[in-house]
């Protein structure tokens, strides 16, 4: 018997119900762009279309999920489609460019996002994709455990979970339907890359030791974290627009900043509350 998959804009593909996935699994895990990973690991969980597992009912795992593949692989796309229908998500949209996602995204707003991290101009696609549907909640795949740059990168591009290229297929249902339900997922490799990374920028931020400031110094500090103009400082201690910048200029050398921006934030951190001085 054979079973049709309409995605959103207009792909259709066709498998054979008696086929087993993990036959084709087998063969693609072995490429370096697949972004399942070892999904070979976990055989037991692909049982042609269907899931055998205890205590899930009829209605499937991901009932009721709107799910978008954004992968320029056609034959990986089509498996995930296949492979997630099967869980009970309505069929997913399907994207492998700019044109397509924006496509995908005005067809229906969609929960999660997947994002496979080996297609071309992935960071855009990514970036892109949390512009155009702010509300929905994204997964990376393909990332390697020990790729610090991709994993903080894919952090500060705002999304919701990870999913390893030594990760299974039921990690990668577990994400979805934990990002799906508004929470977070990733690895203990990636949450230690993540946190070295935010000590790293905690320390960075830090004064130097020994740091001293004039009551001079603070006055401006205070004024520049109060957003205020070197002629507004100027005006409010009575003194020329020059030696405020002069003033400035020493604050951001002693602070080891470059901008009045980035001295204005740290002075939250480095100035005693007001009423206390």
Same mark, same amino acid.
């Given at each position: 018997?054979?079973? %049709?998959?309409?995605?959103?804009?207009?792909?259709?593909?066709?498998?054979?119900? $008696?086929?087993?996935?993990?036959?084709?699994?087998?063969?693609?895990?072995?490429?370096?762009?697949?972004?399942?990973?070892?999904?070979?690991?976990?055989?037991?969980?692909?049982?042609?279309?269907?899931?055998?597992?205890? $205590?899930?009912?009829?209605?499937?795992?991901?009932?009721?999920?709107?799910?978008?593949?954004?992968?320029?692989?056609?034959?990986? %796309?089509?498996?995930?489609?296949?492979?997630?229908?099967?869980?009970?998500?309505?069929?997913?949209?399907?994207?492998?460019?700019?044109?397509?996602?924006?496509?995908?995204?005005?067809?229906?707003?969609?929960?999660?996002?997947?994002?496979? &991290?080996?297609?071309?101009?992935?960071? &855009?696609?990514?970036?892109?994709?949390?512009?155009?549907?702010?509300?929905?909640?994204?997964?990376?795949?393909?990332?390697?455990?020990?790729?610090?740059?991709?994993?903080?990168?894919? =952090?500060?591009?705002?999304?919701? $979970?990870?999913?390893?290229?030594?990760?299974?297929?039921?990690?990668?249902? &577990?994400?979805?339907?934990?990002?799906?339900?508004?929470?977070?997922?990733?690895?203990?490799?990636?949450?230690?890359?993540?946190?070295?990374?935010?000590?790293?920028?905690?320390?960075?931020?830090?004064?130097?030791? $020994?740091?001293?400031?004039?009551?001079?110094?603070?006055?401006?500090?205070? &004024?520049?974290?109060?957003?205020?103009?070197?002629?507004?400082?100027?005006?409010?201690?009575?003194?020329?627009?020059?030696?405020?910048?002069?003033?400035?200029?020493?604050?951001?050398?002693?602070?080891?900043?470059?901008?009045?921006?980035?001295?204005?934030?740290?002075?939250?951190?480095?100035?005693? =509350?007001?009423?206390?001085?």
């Amino acid at each position: 018997m054979n079973r %049709r998959y309409v995605d959103r804009v207009g792909i259709v593909t066709a498998s054979d119900e $008696g086929s087993k996935p993990f036959q084709v699994a087998s063969a693609l895990q072995s490429h370096q762009f697949w972004p399942l990973g070892d999904l070979h690991r976990r055989p037991s969980s692909l049982r042609g279309v269907e899931r055998h597992r205890e $205590g899930v009912d009829e209605v499937g795992l991901l009932c009721g999920a709107r799910i978008l593949i954004v992968d320029d692989c056609k034959l990986y %796309r089509d498996y995930l489609v296949a492979l997630i229908t099967s869980e009970g998500s309505v069929t997913p949209g399907v994207a492998w460019d700019w044109a397509s996602l924006v496509a995908a995204v005005e067809m229906s707003t969609p929960t999660v996002i997947l994002v496979n &991290m080996r297609t071309r101009d992935s960071a &855009m696609l990514l970036r892109q994709a949390l512009q155009l549907s702010p509300s929905s909640r994204v997964v990376v795949l393909g990332v390697s455990g020990d790729d610090e740059s991709e994993i903080v990168g894919c =952090a500060e591009a705002g999304v919701a $979970g990870y999913h390893l290229r030594s990760e299974t297929l039921d990690d990668l249902i &577990m994400a979805i339907q934990k990002v799906g339900a508004g929470g977070f997922l990733c690895s203990p490799a990636v949450s230690a890359i993540l946190l070295n990374r935010i000590s790293s920028l905690a320390a960075q931020r830090q004064p130097a030791k $020994g740091l001293v400031l004039t009551t001079r110094e603070v006055q401006i500090l205070r &004024m520049l974290e109060a957003g205020l103009s070197n002629r507004e400082i100027a005006d409010q201690l009575c003194i020329a627009v020059h030696t405020v910048k002069n003033h400035v200029h020493s604050l951001l050398t002693k602070l080891g900043v470059t901008s009045r921006a980035q001295a204005a934030a740290l002075a939250r951190t480095i100035l005693p =509350a007001e009423n206390s001085l």
